[in-house]
């Protein structure tokens, strides 16, 4: 029998101070009070919030150990599960005593994605690519492809990625979008109805980085923390595979 690591919680856990700390307590409310909002872009985050179907897990700022065990648990449940339930994970960082710049806190995305891949003790997936400039890699943990991305409060103007005080990381396992590729025809409806929202909440364009995933002409790691802006994101990847 799997032992489960008590990093992984649900929605009831996340309020509960037997199990988490006040901070963890505050940040989750917050997340829950913006994915909630009915006007909240993203019908799918806003749905699975609702029917407690994301899981959260958290980390103090200066020590990231449990978070490998509790992804690992979050993996097993897509094990057990049959239909398909679209489970998400979204990791809490203690907040910082003073609000960061973007800069910072992209930084601190990609040194925890790396320090994931420096545990990882599973081999990468042999069908996705290692390298990040290559347009059909992911991000992958413990044989696991995922769509990676960084919410902060320094996000000013693409209010959708600010969701409290803390760094949250959401990871989506590529399983979930099955039947919403890019190129399908419910994918790309259901991306552009989201799109237009959030264009709407940001009061923004959507960004240059912004595309679907196995378009030849984009890089999927400018995805994962883009900018307060409309500027394309330039340079290399942080991401190095070990």
Known sequence: MKVANNYLFT?????????????????????????????????????????????????????????????????????????????????????????KSIQYYREYFWKMLQFLHEKDTKPWPADYPTDPDHH???????????????????YKQ????????????????????DGLEGTSKGGIMSREKVRERVEKWDNLPKHPNVSHYGDPEHREWKMYFIGDDSKPIEGKCPFHHK
Not at 136 to 154: D, I, K, T, V
Not at 158 to 177: C, E, H, M, Y
């Open 11 to 99: 929605k009831e856990d996340m309020v509960n101070p037997d199990l988490v700390p006040e901070w963890v307590i505050n940040e989750y409310k917050n997340f829950r009070d913006v994915v909630t909002d009915r006007e909240f872009p993203c019908y799918f985050g806003m749905s699975a919030e609702k029917k407690g179907e994301l899981r959260y897990s958290y980390v103090s700022r200066d020590n990231w150990e449990q978070l490998p065990g509790a992804i690992e648990e979050f993996i097993g449940l897509f094990d057990e599960s049959k239909p398909l339930i679209r489970h998400g994970l979204f990791v809490f960082v203690e907040p910082e005593l003073e609000e």
């Open 136 to 154: 059909l890699w992911a991000f992958s943990f413990a044989g696991e492809p995922f769509f990676a991305f960084g919410n902060a409060p320094a």
């Open 158 to 177: 693409r209010k959708t990625r600010d969701l409290g005080n803390s760094l949250v990381i959401g990871f989506q396992p590529r399983r979930i979008f």
